[in-house]
């Protein structure tokens, strides 16, 4: 027994030894670092609220450590190939990535993805919280989420929503609402956020879920009228009530944004890089230039931004089953 006890203390004595010059290294990587551009990957397209968010903090932390950092925009498959190349990265930091709600939907309900959201990629922050417009063509005689909802049932599968695409975040917007209120609004997928306005401006769809920044000037022209938001609570960026409060008690989507890296970086890296836009989104300028699309900076730990994407994923999980929900897989 005794013997058993000195083999187990010398072991575990060789095994810290044999961590420390790991341990080490690691340190002072993250003491020097960045020492070479850094790559910020979007895997959504140019002038996108994703792009703008990613574009002011790249900016911000060029500025702070005199390395570039340069925003890619890798689009396709619904946000999944930007995440995959930040998967399959050399994990030392230098390649980051900027992901929104929609790409836990996309963990949700896809099983073709190359990757796991929440095994081969960590949260480095929460960036912002924002809201979606819910807007419908002026025609549709409601001015309430309680007065459409009523119209709904008065009215079955005589209504339809439109958004980005099948599995979008826009798409299970609507998808909750008819859950939650007992309705049967036809969803019509579309590709991309652009083609749902025109879409319902020549009658198609009546309904919509959109960004601030995407349906502002032609709620402001009269084509389109905003009803309510998908928010938690009121935003002062526009006056409008919350579905919640406005007819359906416990509706809550956020089109949140955030930054992740492979799971595989170094924590003191990802604690420097958290350090680093945590201080960046509490400046004045990036929460007024973040304003412009109804975004509010977060700046949660790492800790806090994975256990959201946790709880995310496993929201619409729950809506995909208890709606029995079609998948369309890409």
């Not at 007065?147 to 917007?173: C, R, V």
């Not at 304003?291 to 959201?308: C, M």
Request: aromatic share 6%; net charge positive.
């Amino acid at each position: 027994m005794h013997e058993h006890k000195i083999r187990v203390i010398t072991a575990c004595c060789a095994a810290a030894f044999a961590a420390a010059p790991v341990h080490a290294a690691q340190t002072d990587a993250a003491a020097a670092y960045p020492t070479k551009p850094i790559r910020f990957i979007v895997p959504f397209a140019p002038g996108a609220g994703t792009d703008t968010t990613a574009r002011t903090l790249a900016q911000k932390l060029s500025e702070k450590w005199g390395q570039q950092v340069v925003v890619d925009n890798r689009t396709g498959a619904g946000g999944a190939i930007g995440v995959d190349t930040t998967a399959k990265a050399l994990p030392d930091g230098y390649t980051i990535c900027l992901i929104s709600a929609s790409n836990t939907v996309n963990s949700a309900t896809s099983d073709w993805l190359p990757y796991n959201l929440l095994k081969d990629l960590q949260g480095i922050t929460q960036a912002s919280s924002l809201f979606y417009v819910m807007y419908i063509h002026p025609s549709l005689p409601v001015k309430s989420t309680k007065e459409l909802i009523a119209y709904a049932k008065a009215n079955p599968g005589k209504l339809n929503f439109g958004s980005s695409g099948n599995n979008t975040l826009q798409h299970f917007s609507g998808e909750l609402l008819n859950h939650m209120a007992g309705i049967k609004i036809v969803h019509v997928p579309y590709k991309g956020t652009a083609a749902v306005i025109p879409a319902m401006l020549s009658g198609e769809v009546q309904l919509g879920f959109g960004s601030l920044i995407g349906t502002r000037a032609q709620m402001q022209a009269g084509r389109l009228r905003g009803i309510a938001i998908t928010a938690g609570k009121r935003s002062p960026s526009i006056d409008l009530p919350t579905i919640a409060e406005s007819g359906l008690p416990g509706y809550e989507v956020d089109q949140w944004y955030g930054v992740i890296t492979s799971s595989k970086v170094a924590r003191p890296i990802v604690n420097k890089l958290n350090a680093a836009m945590v201080d960046a989104l509490k400046m004045p300028d990036v929460a007024n230039r973040l304003a412009s699309d109804g975004s509010t900076p977060v700046g949660s730990s790492p800790e806090q931004f994975n256990a959201h994407i946790r709880a995310e994923i496993a929201k619409w999980k729950k809506l995909v089953k208890e709606a029995n929900l079609p998948i369309h897989n890409q």
